[in-house]
Nanobody
């Protein structure tokens, strides 16, 4: 396993969860790590990304101001802190790693390594 996503669970609306994406040595050399999510019957949606070289972060419009992506270099982990959760945040969350050009950062095609996904359920 090259990417391991964890931290999902059931939370009430307004609550918080913290997801973690732990990378193997091979995955750890990728320049960008991102979180995407996919709800039943919907396409995979961009959530957030962090570029190692520039430390630049990107967020999807629906999570901006509520979610924060960060890196723990000592643990080779990228975390997604999710606050003020809403029922519409319910989805399987996937972390991906790759070296996409800027125009591809928000697209799943920009990533060649993926974790197995972790389910987040937000109840109303």
């Amino acid at each position: 396993v090259q990417l391991q996503a964890s931290g999902g669970g059931l939370v009430q609306a307004g609550g918080s969860l913290r997801l973690s994406c732990t990378a193997s040595e091979r995955a750890g050399i990728k320049n960008t790590v991102a979180w995407f999510r996919q709800a039943p019957g919907k396409e995979r949606e961009f959530v957030a990304a962090l570029v190692r070289a520039s430390r630049h972060t990107y967020y999807g419009d629906s999570v901006k101001g509520r979610f924060t992506i960060s890196r723990d270099n000592a643990k080779n982990t990228v975390n997604l802190q999710m606050n003020s959760l809403k029922p519409e945040d319910t989805a399987v969350y996937y972390c991906g790693a790759g070296g996409p050009i800027t125009s591809m950062i928000r697209r799943p095609q920009g990533y060649d390594l993926w974790g197995q996904g972790t389910l987040v359920t937000v109840s109303s």
